[in-house]
């Protein structure tokens, strides 16, 4: 059974995510948890039914500060006795970008989320599908997809010149700025991603169906980035924060590139502060400085780095997203004023792009990837955005083409319409 034909077995919402062992799990919830918005524009929890967006009365209470609330109800399903490694229940879904404001109230937009700033699936039992599972998937047609920027290229090189400027006047050191490729769409999100996941093989895809009333139907992401991975045995964290992107055969290039370097070593730096806000004293290490991939099925040549440490025992998984997110690697350096600086410049809201799609375990482990590669479904609409890191020797032309090979993914089943 693949990967379409296990969504196919649940007629109502659903969710995909592919573990770091690359097995993918496929679920059904028994509940909604969602943070958004109330009409006093304040966040509030909610736990409602996934079929019909209805709220249900909440296993333990809702009230109180957001972050504090989320820790609370992660905890609560911790069973009393380790069952070893069990992955068949938790909490699958989305922390969207907007999230951010949760943990850091500085970094709230002046716009209003589109999404949720998070929605999780309550799941009791789970499918574990075996490494390569798409690969098994039938894929119905998909009708014709043309995407085109929103902001355009001339808009695109505007702005990554004013956050030039905020570079130079020492604001920030990098900061991604990024544009929204985006089309009319009304096929199914499940064929969408049964056509998109066998095609690129994504080392940290997921699939989200949302409850009624989230404002929008689906999140396909077709990420080959891990945003964090916590091992409940061992404490364990792990994040692999990715800068530069070429496409196939630009290996020597980005290897010997002296700026997407200096861009990755800004945000191991930071993700190296992030995680010694939770981590104990002296166990943040570098297990690898820098190593050339490939990934979307050979297509893209990513560069990635590795760090880790050890989470502290008073910690947990609540803890471990409040100190990290959102990603430093689709934010910058420094991380809120660089989050400032992307709400004034880009002309769309983010919502689930460059947020993060994945799975709170009960036994207390995690795993999350970053959404990049990700198109986010309305009732009519695919949005698909693309981004690049700026740094003081940033060429604007550059990065704009950088954007486009980010779009390589979507190509598989999309036309780009090319704005030069």
């Known amino acids: 059974m693949g990967v379409a034909g296990a969504l196919a077995r649940h007629p109502g919402p659903a969710a995909a995510f592919t573990l770091d062992d690359g097995r993918t799990l496929v679920c059904r919830p028994q509940a909604t948890l969602r943070l958004a918005l109330g009409p006093d524009s304040r966040p509030a929890w909610a736990w409602l039914d996934p079929r019909t967006g209805e709220t249900l009365p909440a296993p333990i209470s809702l009230e109180g500060e957001p972050a504090s609330v989320f820790d609370r109800v992660l905890r609560a399903f911790r069973p009393s006795t380790s069952k070893g490694d069990d992955r068949s229940s938790g909490f699958v879904g989305m922390v969207t970008h907007d999230a951010a404001s949760i943990f850091e109230p500085s970094a709230r937009s002046r716009r209003r989320p589109p999404l949720p700033l998070i929605?999780?699936?309550?799941?009791e039992e789970a499918d574990i599908l075996?490494?390569?599972?798409?690969?098994?998937?039938?894929?119905p047609p998909l009708p014709p997809i043309r995407l085109r920027s929103q902001t355009g290229r001339l808009g695109y090189?505007?702005?990554?010149?004013?956050?030039?400027d905020f570079i130079r006047a020492g604001d920030v050191y990098q900061v991604n700025i990024g544009h929204r490729l985006t089309g009319p769409f009304r096929g199914s999100p499940r064929a969408l991603f049964a056509h998109l996941s066998a095609q690129n093989q994504p080392k940290h895809g997921g699939y989200y169906e949302f409850a009624p009333g989230a404002g929008a139907r689906a999140v396909a992401s077709l990420s080959p980035e891990l945003f964090l991975t916590l091992d409940a045995g061992s404490r364990r964290v792990v994040t692999r924060p990715m800068k530069g992107t070429r496409t196939a055969g630009g290996d020597t290039e980005l290897r010997d590139s002296p700026k997407d370097r200096a861009e990755l070593n800004m945000i191991v730096d930071l993700m190296r502060n992030d995680l010694g806000r939770v981590c104990e004293f002296g166990s943040i290490a570098?297990?690898?400085p820098r190593n050339i991939e490939r990934h979307a099925a050979g297509a893209l040549v990513q560069a990635t780095a590795t760090v880790s440490g050890t989470l502290r025992e008073a910690c947990g998984q609540a803890d471990l997203l409040a100190a990290t997110f959102p990603p430093g690697s689709v934010t910058g350096a420094p991380k809120l004023r660089a989050l400032q600086l992307i709400d004034e410049l880009e002309d769309f809201p983010r919502g689930a792009w460059c947020g993060s799609l994945g799975v709170f375990f009960d036994d207390g482990s995690a795993q999350l990837n970053v959404?990049?590669?990700?198109?986010t479904l309305t009732a009519a609409r695919l949005d698909y955005?693309?981004?690049?890191?700026?740094?003081?020797?940033?060429?604007?032309?550059?990065?704009?083409?950088?954007?486009?090979?980010?779009?390589?993914?979507?190509?598989?089943?999309?036309?780009?319409?090319d704005d030069r």
């Open 371 to 375: 959404a990049i590669r990700t198109a």
């Open 130 to 139: 075996p490494p390569g599972a798409g690969e098994q998937d039938v894929r």
């Open 385 to 417: 955005p693309v981004g690049a890191g700026i740094v003081a020797d940033s060429d604007p032309e550059s990065e704009w083409r950088e954007t486009l090979a980010k779009a390589e993914p979507i190509r598989a089943v999309a036309t780009i319409e």
């Open 157 to 164: 090189l505007a702005r990554v010149r004013m956050a030039l």
């Open 119 to 123: 929605e999780l699936h309550r799941f």
């Open 286 to 288: 570098v297990d690898e």
